[in-house]
T-cell receptor
Framework: DTEVTQTPKHLVMGMTNKKSLKCEQH?????MYWYKQKAKKPPELMFV???????INESVPSRFSPECPNSSLLNLHLHALQPEDSALYLC????????????????FGPGTRLTVL | KNEVEQSPQNLTAQEGEFITINCSYS?????LHWLQQHPGGGIVSLFM???GKKKHGRLIATINIQEKHSSLHITASHPRDSAVYIC??????????FGTGTLLAVQP
C-alpha cells in the first residue's frame, strides 16, 4: 500500500464551526506533514511530525491544531477559521526525518479542499 | 530571489512535442524532487534524484549537482500530461523547498 488517504475530500465550514481533517498512511512512514496550498501557489509547510512528535510548527495560528494519535494517522483540528484559510490542505508522509535517513521522498495525499464561509 | 527557480512559468505545446522544464537552485541539497499536480488535485511524486538521470516511461529527469540544475523532459507529449510540474529540493532541514511550478498545457 503506497497510498496516503485524506478525508474529507471537500469541506465547507462557518467561522464558528469546529471540524477535523484526517490523513492516513500504511507505508510504515515515521514522518508526516501538513501543507496548505492556495490557488496557483506551491504548497506551504504547516507542521511536521516525526516519530509521532511535533518537530516543526511553521508559526501556524493556533486555530489550526495538529494531532498524531499513532504512526499511521494525522489529524488537523480546525476552530474559528477565517475565510482566508480557504485552501487545499495536503497531507504527506515520508520514511523518516532524522539523520539516519538521507533521502526524504514524500508521498502526498489527494488533499482536502476547504472553504470557510 | 527564490532558492528554487523554475522556467518557463507557463508552457503550451502541441501533442507529440518534446518538452523540457528547467529547475535551478541555490542551496545545498541531498535530493531534488519533481512533482506533478493536475488542476484541483493532489500531488504525485514523479522523481527523486541526487545525481545523474532517471527515466520512467516518457518522462526523463536529469540533475547536474555542480551546476545546481535539473531538467524534466517529456517525450511524445500528450494532453493528459497537462498539469503543473513542481521542482522541490531537500535541503539541510526536513523541509522541501518548492519552486513556483510550471503550468503545462498540451493541445491535441
Amino acid at each position: 500500500d503506497t497510498e496516503v488517504t485524506q478525508t474529507p475530500k471537500h469541506l465547507v465550514m462557518g467561522m464558528t464551526n469546529k471540524k477535523s481533517l484526517k490523513c492516513e498512511q500504511h507505508m510504515g512512514h515515521r514522518a508526516m506533514y501538513w501543507y496548505k496550498q492556495k490557488a496557483k501557489k506551491p504548497p506551504e509547510l504547516m507542521f511536521v511530525y516525526s516519530y509521532e512528535k511535533l518537530s516543526i510548527n511553521e508559526s501556524v495560528p493556533s486555530r489550526f491544531s495538529p494531532e498524531c494519535p499513532n504512526s499511521s494517522l494525522l489529524n488537523l483540528h480546525l476552530h474559528a477559521l477565517q475565510p482566508e484559510d480557504s485552501a487545499l490542505y495536503l497531507c504527506a508522509s515520508s520514511q523518516g526525518a532524522d539523520d539516519r535517513v538521507r533521502y526524504n521522498e514524500q508521498f502526498f495525499g489527494p488533499g482536502t479542499r476547504l472553504t470557510v464561509l | 530571489k527564490n532558492e528554487v527557480e523554475q522556467s518557463p512559468q507557463n508552457l503550451t505545446a502541441q501533442e507529440g512535442e518534446f518538452i523540457t522544464i528547467n529547475c535551478s537552485y541555490s542551496v545545498g541539497i541531498s535530493a531534488l524532487h519533481w512533482l506533478q499536480q493536475h488542476p484541483g488535485g493532489g500531488i504525485v511524486s514523479l522523481f527523486m534524484l541526487s545525481s545523474g538521470k532517471k527515466k520512467h516511461g516518457r518522462l526523463i529527469a536529469t540533475i547536474n549537482i555542480q551546476e545546481k540544475h535539473s531538467s524534466l523532459h517529456i517525450t511524445a507529449s500528450h494532453p493528459r500530461d497537462s498539469a503543473v510540474y513542481i521542482c522541490a529540493v531537500d535541503g539541510a532541514t526536513n523541509k522541501l523547498i518548492f519552486g513556483t511550478g510550471t503550468l503545462l498545457a498540451v493541445q491535441p
